[in-house]
């Protein structure tokens, strides 16, 4: 079993910038790609960002990329979100898993953190 917990979420200004971590425990060995997902209200999850093994691949949608930056060392992993805009607003997610592409379908994910944008 795979344990994800996040930190760092809060209420900023619109510019401001804010950096989200997420720790993985457990069998942490099973962990390949790590990536953040984000849920607004009354909006599906949506992926954001994610990251390989190695950190060689890295994905972004496309209303952050050019904002945020997804780094990882082990079995963290950061998002440095900047230039926040208040549609960036929602529950940020960690999500992990086994396989090797940093996009798609994740097997492990976080309680989730708060994130909250003010215009």
């Known amino acids: 079993q795979v344990r994800l ?3 760092g979420g809060g209420l900023v200004q619109a510019g401001d910038s804010l950096r989200l971590s997420c720790a993985a ?6 962990i390949n790609a790590m990536g953040w997902f984000r849920q607004a209200p009354g909006k599906e999850r949506e992926f954001v960002s994610g990251i390989s093994y190695g950190g060689s691949n890295t994905y972004y949608s ?6 945020f930056t997804i780094s990882r060392d082990n079995a963290k992993v950061f998002l440095q979100m900047g230039s926040l ?11 992990a898993k086994a396989g090797v592409l940093a996009k798609g379908e994740f097997d492990y994910w976080g309680q989730g953190t708060q994130v909250t944008v003010s215009s």
């Open 62 to 67: 496309d209303s952050v990329k050019g904002r």
């Open 85 to 95: 805009k208040p549609e960036d607003t929602a529950v940020y997610y960690c999500a």
């Open 25 to 30: 425990s457990g069998r942490t060995f099973t």
């Open 5 to 7: 917990a996040e930190s």
